[in-house]
């Protein structure tokens, strides 16, 4: 039954680390949405929302260690998202003037 | 002898990286769910920039971090019960499933005293003082409470869960060798940490 356990040692010392990244980054949003980046702040904001999924995703739902598979379902969920914006905003802009 | 003979044959039907498959398939369909949300937020953002900073403003941006810090804290929980439990620390993976519920009611308690405070000053749905604010600021509250409220729920039912996780694992049911139930109770209270990721800048954080 060995093929059922096919994650890595997850220690506890690494998820604390991952946790303090976390609310560093959690931090680090609040305190920059009082500065002003204009049409950046968004990015910003989202860009360190990313970052935060990407560690919860591969430290903590444990898809670094998962099979290839995992990863690939997981891009082709998020791709699909990435697809349904684009899609969306490109036919917004035809109707908006 | 006989249950033991059971107890074999159980384990040689299990797969537990199926397991995980299953419930990885189901946040998709969840992903798909917030998505859509997401994706009529950020239309109306887009033509409501300006009505959607004023009503931000009237967040309290403190219970917000607080919020998310708690919940990231409970997702740290969650993921060290499942460590506990392979390294067959029964009693130190519930108390940490106990901790993660814990943490969902506070994350509840503050969405109580958020939302409480809001409806004082009026901005509820249908409200007269809402009513009379600009479209954008209306659409902005609609989207705060559907979406904030349909994540709400997801943490009830996320902390139901690990209740129910934590007796089956009082019972021995979930043990040393057999955690796949825990973890995959942990892939969907990691996601409804990941939705709340978005939520907070989105919502909070609009200057």
Known sequence: MEKNKAHEEHGYGMYILVWLALVT?????????????GKLSIAVALLIAVIKSYLVLTEFMHLKSEQKSFKVFVFVAL?????????????????VR | ????????????????????????????????????????????????QHDFSIASKEMNTFFGTMNTVILLTSSLTMALSITAIKRGSRKLS?????????????F????????????????????????????????????????????????LVGMGLIAFMTRLTIKGIINKDDYVKLETAGLYWHLVDIIWIFLFPLFYLIT
């Open chain 2, 108 to 155: 509840m308690v503050n969405k109580f005293i958020e939302w409480s405070a809001e409806f004082r000053k009026g901005n509820f749905p249908g409200s007269a003082i809402l009513l009379n604010k600009p479209p954008g600021q209306i659409l902005y509250f609609g989207l705060y409470y559907s979406m904030v409220g349909l994540h709400g729920i997801h943490v």
């Open chain 2, 1 to 48: 002898m006989s249950t033991q003979a059971v107890h074999v044959e159980a384990h040689e039907h299990r797969d537990d990286i199926r397991s995980r498959m299953g419930m990885w398939l189901f946040l998709f369909s969840e992903l798909l769910l917030f998505g859509g949300l997401f994706l009529m937020y950020s239309v109306y953002r887009f033509m409501h």
């Open chain 1, 79 to 95: 791709l699909f998202i990435c697809i349904s914006f684009t899609l969306l905003f490109t036919d917004y802009s035809f109707y």
């Open chain 2, 94 to 106: 519930i108390f940490f499933q106990l901790v993660t519920i814990l943490f969902g009611i506070t």
């Open chain 1, 25 to 37: 980054l959690t931090g680090l949003t609040a305190t920059v949405a009082g500065i002003n980046f």
